[in-house]
């Protein structure tokens, strides 16, 4: 069975400095999506980012980046410029290219000082 | 505006009562999903319907029932609820039941068993 592990129960960043957060899963399979989902204070569900494991290029949106490193199994998120809105817990999830099940893993709360 | 509506927002309910947490989306979406989130443990799928008529079970099916009579409904239903359901429950919906299209979510359902 697909595992999610986020061995980060909390992280600090000062305003517009940059964070990582890290993301690690284990599969036996080739094809699959992995995904960073967003949840602030509200309890929205809010997809940052995904990343289709076929392609080499790491995604990109904005502030938000992710470090796939197939091999190893690791799917980490950068946010560079952190804003006090990005404050929020932050969920690293795995998908199959022909499933439609996602598994997510436990969490990051991210806090951002000002 | 287009989304997921979850009812009710919140519930307190006594042990060995029934419960049904509704689920209506307007985005004509053929997959829909239930997920609890618990902390430590993520979101965990509940059952989940690629299509109108039809419903699977995911990785934490025991004490749930689901029905998908048309395309904008997915009830969920805990026939008799225990203290363990205690959870925050989202309702989730996709255009495919591939993850080719990511996953829309509603605001959830803060459920407490007592």
Same mark, same amino acid.
């Given at each position: 069975?697909?595992?999610?592990?986020?061995?980060?129960?909390?992280?600090?960043?000062?305003?517009?400095?940059?964070?990582? !957060?890290?993301?690690?899963?284990?599969?036996?399979?080739?094809?699959?999506? !992995?995904?960073?989902?967003?949840?602030?204070?509200?309890?929205?569900?809010? !997809?940052?980012?995904?990343?289709?494991?076929?392609?080499?290029?790491?995604?990109?949106?904005?502030?938000?980046?992710?470090?796939?490193?197939?091999?190893?199994?690791?799917?980490?998120?950068?946010?560079?410029?952190?804003?006090?809105?990005?404050?929020?817990?932050?969920?690293?999830?795995?998908?199959?290219?022909?499933?439609?099940?996602?598994?997510?893993?436990?969490?990051?709360? &991210?806090?951002?000082?000002? | 505006?287009?989304?997921?509506?979850?009812?009710?927002?919140?519930?307190?309910?006594?042990?060995?009562?029934?419960?049904?947490?509704?689920?209506?989306?307007?985005?004509?979406?053929?997959?829909?999903?239930?997920?609890?989130?618990?902390?430590? &443990?993520? &979101?965990?799928?509940? *059952?989940?319907?690629?299509?109108?008529?039809?419903?699977?079970?995911?990785?934490?099916?025991?004490?749930?029932?689901?029905?998908?009579?048309?395309?904008?409904?997915?009830? &969920?239903?805990?026939?008799?609820?225990?203290?363990?359901?205690?959870?925050?429950?989202?309702?989730?919906?996709?255009?495919?039941?591939? !993850?080719?299209?990511?996953? *829309?979510?509603?605001?959830?359902?803060?459920?407490?068993?007592?």
């Amino acid at each position: 069975a697909q595992t999610v592990t986020q061995s980060q129960p909390e992280m600090s960043v000062q305003e517009a400095e940059t964070v990582t !957060l890290s993301c690690t899963y284990d599969t036996s399979e080739s094809d699959y999506y !992995l995904f960073w989902y967003k949840q602030p204070p509200s309890r929205q569900m809010i !997809l940052v980012i995904r990343q289709e494991a076929y392609k080499q290029q790491n995604a990109t949106e904005n502030r938000f980046s992710v470090n796939f490193q197939k091999a190893a199994k690791s799917f980490s998120l950068k946010i560079s410029d952190s804003q006090l809105g990005d404050a929020a817990m932050y969920f690293c999830a795995y998908g199959m290219e022909y499933g439609n099940k996602l598994v997510f893993g436990a969490g990051t709360i &991210l806090r951002v000082k000002s | 505006i287009a989304g997921i509506t979850q009812a009710p927002t919140s519930q307190i309910l006594a042990a060995g009562r029934r419960m049904t947490l509704r689920c209506t989306q307007d985005m004509r979406h053929n997959a829909m999903y239930w997920y609890r989130q618990d902390l430590g &443990l993520g &979101l965990r799928l509940i *059952h989940y319907s690629n299509t109108a008529g039809t419903t699977g079970k995911g990785e934490v099916p025991d004490g749930y029932s689901v029905s998908r009579a048309n395309t904008d409904d997915f009830p &969920l239903t805990l026939a008799s609820a225990v203290p363990s359901q205690t959870s925050v429950y989202f309702c989730a919906s996709s255009s495919t039941g591939r !993850l080719g299209s990511p996953l *829309h979510f509603g605001n959830g359902t803060r459920l407490t068993v007592t």
